[in-house]
Each structure stands twice: as structure tokens, then as C-alpha cells.
Nanobody, 119 residues
Framework: QVTLVESGGGSVQPGGSLRLSCAAS????????MRWYRQTPGKQRELVAT???????NYADIVKGRFTISRDNALNTVYLQMNSLKFEDTAVYYC?????????????WGQGTKVTVSS
């Protein structure tokens, strides 16, 4: 059974920083892309950042220059360093991973971690 567990959410003032982590369960071997999404009430979940297994990254325009995605393949963990946080970054953040199985690739989601930016 594959699980993704996020951590690191919390409350922060505008301009502050947070670092999110998402760890896949032990024993997972072949993780392709890992991503961070976020969602606010009444809105669709939006893609924030993607990190390939080789470390290639891609970002939504709204977070470019402020957020950094990275991963540690040995730990099956993806990170999201969020700097210069704004009120509009308030959301539940979800990690997502494509895991290659013997016959197919499946996409898994974490349970989400809440980030609140307020003064």
C-alpha cells in the first residue's frame, strides 16, 4: 500500500517562509514525477510545482521566484520551500506522485497540509 504523508504546514505572516515535506511510504521504488498542488475552498486544485526524478523542475507563474521544489530520491521525499509568502498562498497543499508499477503507472495523493498566511 502506497501512502504519501505531508508535513510542515502551519500559520505564517506575510513575507514569511515555510517548508513542506511529503514522504512516500517505505519500499516504494520507482517514483517518477512528484508534484505539489494547492486548493482553496470553492476553487479547483491547482498545480504549483513539479519535480522529475532527475531533478528537473517546473513552476506555476504565480510562485516562480518564491517557491522551490526539490526531492531526495533516497528518502522518497519531495519538499516545497515557500518564501515571501502572500495572503493568496493560503490553501491546503497536496503532494502527488506518479509511481511506476510492474504493468502501469499510478498517481497517488497525500492527505494535504494546511498553510495559512495571515497577519
Amino acid at each position: 500500500q502506497v501512502t504519501l504523508v505531508e508535513s510542515g504546514g502551519g500559520s505564517v505572516q506575510p513575507g514569511g517562509s515555510l517548508r513542506l515535506s511529503c514522504a512516500a511510504s517505505r519500499g516504494v521504488r520507482d517514483i517518477a514525477d512528484m508534484r505539489w498542488y494547492r486548493q482553496t475552498p470553492g476553487k479547483q486544485r491547482e498545480l504549483v510545482a513539479t519535480c522529475t526524478r532527475a531533478g528537473g523542475t517546473n513552476y506555476a507563474d504565480i510562485v516562480k521566484g518564491r517557491f522551490t521544489i526539490s526531492r531526495d530520491n533516497a528518502l522518497n521525499t519531495v519538499y516545497l520551500q515557500m518564501n515571501s509568502l502572500k495572503f493568496e498562498d493560503t490553501a491546503v497543499y497536496y503532494c502527488n506522485a506518479d509511481i511506476n508499477g510492474l504493468y502501469r503507472t499510478r498517481t497517488y495523493w497525500g492527505q494535504g497540509t494546511k498553510v495559512t498566511v495571515s497577519s
